[in-house]
Nanobody, 126 residues
Framework: QVQLVESGGGLVQVGGSLRLSCAAS????????MGWFRQAPGKEREFVAA????????ATSDSVKGRFTISRDNAKSTMYLQMNSLKPEDTAVYYC???????????????????WGQGTQVTVSS
């Protein structure tokens, strides 16, 4: 069992940056594949980025590629999402998620993730 708590969301202007954090409880964090998803009002939850347990492999969606970077610090049981060059269409609630399967390739599908945080709001104003 792992509990996830996101932080770092807020209001930012177009072109600005934010860094989201996802703090995990439990000593098994280092074995979990971790991911970021987001959900905008009236839209389905969508994949943003994911990282394998070792950090050796990452994946990002085409919509954020080159602007967002996912990383993790297993010693701190924390995952990050550095978001640069933010656009209005990035406005959403951002969720972190954990997949207990020790994959070598990050999972892109939400159903693969068993544990979810409560979400943090990111609003990009134009």
């Amino acid at each position: 069992q792992v509990q996830l708590v996101e932080s770092g969301g807020g209001l930012v202007q177009v072109g600005g940056s934010l860094r989201l954090s996802c703090a995990a409880s439990g000593r098994t964090f280092r074995t979990y594949t971790m991911g970021w998803f987001r959900q905008a009002p009236g839209k389905e939850r969508e994949f943003v980025a994911a990282i394998t347990w070792s950090g050796g492999s990452t994946a990002t969606s085409d919509s954020v590629k080159g602007r967002f970077t996912i990383s993790r610090d297993n010693a701190k049981s924390t995952m990050y999402l550095q978001m640069n060059s933010l656009k209005p269409e990035d406005t959403a609630v951002y969720y972190c998620a954990a997949d207990s399967e020790r994959t070598v390739i990050p999972d892109l599908e939400a159903p693969s993730y068993e544990y979810w945080g409560q979400g943090t709001q990111v609003t990009v104003s134009s």
